[in-house]
Each structure stands twice: as structure tokens, then as C-alpha cells.
């Protein structure tokens, strides 16, 4: 049973875009806004409003899991891929997290095994490891790739049961 899923409509690109439409229609009535504000809000809100809605009805698949392993897609609004495939045998676990902010941005990030050679996206060198033990120092230090859940929904159920057919050894495992 192979776990897909698609970038798509949710409720964060719906308020992205109600706040945007409405920002639009502000700039556009409110009488005593200068003309410089106009000029700066509106074309801000109306690209901001397109590019949302392109990336939430384009369809690109954000996170696929299947017997080759794990494929973390790319960014759905460019046209360049940038989906990352990552084969069983560098997963040593796969792990659910959330970076602790004022958003409480839920991620799935891959431990991967010592030696595993470096994939686009990956968190390697001092530098990144220091950034990402600020952003979130409850990860373990062997996941060097994640993904934000963001413009899609993770099922933890369906998830968990592709890996375990997929990979039995590999563990799903979630450190909030």
C-alpha cells in the first residue's frame, strides 16, 4: 500500500488568501491610504493570492512513501522539481517533529544512517547542525531531512502502516 500525498487545499492557504483578498480590497477602497500604500499592498496581495492558489490546485505530490523508499516533493509552485528521493537503506527511522514556534510548524524529517551519501536538502556540516539544534533541539541529531507539513495533511495512520510494509525495521517515531 503505497502512502501519497498531494499539495491541495487546506486551511492555511484558505486564510492566506481571505487575508490577501481582503488586504486587495483595503488598498483598492480605503479612502485615506497614500497612493504609495496602494502601490506597495496591492500587487503584493494579488501575486501572493495567485501564487497560493497555483501551489495549492497545481497537485504535485509532497510526500510519497513506496517499497524504493522515502520521496519528499519539491516545492509546489516552481516548475523545477526539487523532490528528494530517499532509498530504505539510509533511513534509520523516520521522525515526526514540530519546530516550536509561534506557529508550531509540524515537519517529517529522515535519521539517516552515518555514511549515507548527501542528498539535496540535507542538513550536513557544522553550520546547518547548529542552525537546526537552535530552531529545534528536541530532534535527534541523525535526522538531517525534513519537510514542512505545509500545504498538504499528513495521515499518521496510513503513514505508519507504509513503512512497516515497506520497511519493517524502520521505525516512525514522534518527538513533538
Known amino acids: 500500500m503505497v502512502y501519497e500525498v498531494r499539495y491541495g487545499w487546506n486551511r492555511k492557504n484558505v486564510f492566506i488568501i481571505i487575508f490577501l483578498a481582503i488586504g486587495a480590497v483595503g488598498a483598492v477602497t480605503l479612502p485615506d491610504k497614500p497612493l504609495y500604500a496602494r502601490i506597495l499592498v496591492l500587487p503584493f496581495c494579488v ?6 492558489a497555483y501551489s495549492a ?9 513506496d517499497e524504493t523508499g522515502v520521496l519528499f516533493g519539491g516545492n509546489p509552485a516552481l516548475r ?3 523532490a528528494v528521493h530517499v532509498p530504505w537503506q539510509d533511513i534509520t527511522a523516520v521522525v515526526l517533529w514540530r519546530q516550536h ?5 509540524p515537519y517529517i524529517g529522515l535519521a539517516r544512517r552515518e555514511g549515507a551519501p548527501a542528498v539535496p536538502g540535507s542538513i550536513r556540516g557544522p553550520v546547518g547542525r547548529t542552525a537546526m539544534r537552535a530552531l529545534a533541539p528536541h530532534l535527534p541529531a541523525d535526522v ?7 500545504g498538504w495533511g499528513l ?10 510494509l515497506f520497511a519493517p525495521g524502520v521505525p516512525v517515531v514522534d518527538v513533538g
Open 80 to 82: 523545477r522539481s526539487g
Open 47 to 52: 501575486v501572493g493570492g495567485l501564487f497560493t
Open 101 to 105: 514556534s509561534a506557529a508550531s510548524i
Open 144 to 150: 538531517d531531512i525534513s519537510r514542512p507539513e505545509s
Open 57 to 65: 490546485m497545481n497537485g504535485k505530490v509532497a510526500l510519497r512513501v
Open 155 to 164: 495521515d499518521r495512520e496510513r503513514l505508519s502502516a507504509a513503512v512497516s
